[in-house]
């Protein structure tokens, strides 16, 4: 295991007057405010070569040394839990994963995880992914659905990921999102990076890595739109962020604002839309080249049955009103 990680964070005189534990939670992306009063007590922080209380209010032009001890990964256990793979052979694996489904342990989650069904399944997974995440090329958040690459082997595992990087390796999802964008298609260019005050979020922020999604509008049930999106670039909750920050965010989804509808003329509606409880976004379909044989492969995963449900039953209240924008992309009435 590595050891601590070592910062050195001068403090500017603008920072003077800011409690320490808040200071660190702003200057380190990784650490919550809980985190950094933790770090604070164990005695992990030091202010002028002496320790310090979580309310110490910064003069400015200090030294804060903060020591970051590595994580302690917990043991992976292989279970035997339900695993759709789609695909799979002495390289790789292509799996549809359910909603609801972590796809990594991580602390204060070991068990129960995508990663545990995989070690369950085939044993052995590459280890570029690091301890806790064998096998695992690209993720997808635990209430997404959809399509998955894993690899057996480092060397696959490279190949794989180097097709990421360089945007060979191509993914499309489906998405059900609140209202229905400006325009029956278009490109999402915003860059993205951590939320500034809110660190677990991220969000588009001047200065951040570029971030590219590709849309088209399938087709709008009155306060509902389907749309299909494709990924230029592959940052953390790209797909989320950039809806949200259209004005038009997935449906259910809790942390970027795409809470329950009204529907006041279809009841049966607004009662689906009000039990929804996740994010309405699924991973249909990937292209990529073999890592072995240099063949291009391409997957689809069809829509998880809760999410098809809402679907049915949207056309069903709207079977009398058009299902698609129109050609100029004005706004419905």
Not at 83 to 111: C, F, I, M, S
Not at 129 to 148: C, F, M, Q, Y
Not at 248 to 276: I, K, T
Not at 278 to 307: K, M, N, V
Request: net charge positive; aromatic share 4%; glycine share 8%.
């Amino acid at each position: 295991m590595s050891g601590p990680e070592v910062y050195r964070l001068p403090v500017s005189p603008q920072e003077a007057g800011s409690r320490l534990d808040a200071y660190l939670a702003r200057r380190l992306a990784s650490l919550s405010r809980t985190q950094a009063q933790r770090l604070i007590q164990q005695g992990h922080v030091q202010v002028e070569r002496g320790r310090a209380e979580a309310s110490y209010r910064l003069r400015g032009g200090e030294v804060i040394v903060v020591q970051l001890p590595p994580p302690r990964p917990p043991a992976l256990t292989p279970q035997p839990l339900p695993l759709q793979v789609l695909y799979e052979d002495a390289d790789l694996l292509v799996v549809n994963k359910p909603p609801g489904l972590v796809v990594h342990p991580a602390p204060g989650h070991a068990q129960d995880t995508l990663v545990n069904a995989l070690l369950y399944h085939c044993r052995t997974l590459s280890g570029i992914g690091g301890e806790l995440r064998p096998g695992i090329v690209h993720r997808l958040d635990k209430d997404t659905s959809g399509l998955l690459l894993v690899a057996k082997h480092d060397r696959s595992h490279r190949h794989l990921a180097a097709q990421l990087k360089a945007r060979r390796l191509q993914r499309r999802y489906v998405a059900l999102v609140r209202g229905r964008p400006p325009a029956p298609q278009g490109t999402i260019d915003a860059p993205i990076a951590r939320h500034p005050r809110q660190r677990h979020k991220m969000a588009v922020v001047p200065g951040g890595r570029p971030a590219r999604t590709h849309y088209q509008v399938l087709a709008t049930w009155g306060p509902v739109s389907m749309l299909q999106l494709t990924l230029e670039t592959g940052r953390t909750h790209q797909i989320r962020v950039h809806l949200a920050h259209l004005g038009h965010p997935v449906l259910g989804d809790p942390l970027y604002g795409g809470g329950s509808l009204r529907c006041p003329q279809h009841p049966e509606v607004e009662r689906a839309l009000r039990a929804w409880k996740r994010q309405a976004l699924h991973a249909e379909w990937i292209r990529f080249q073999h890592p072995s044989s240099g063949a291009w492969l391409e997957f689809s995963a069809p829509l998880p049955e809760d999410l098809a449900a809402l679907i049915a039953l949207l056309q069903q209240a709207y079977a009398g009103a058009p299902d698609f924008p129109p050609a100029d992309g004005a706004a419905q009435s």
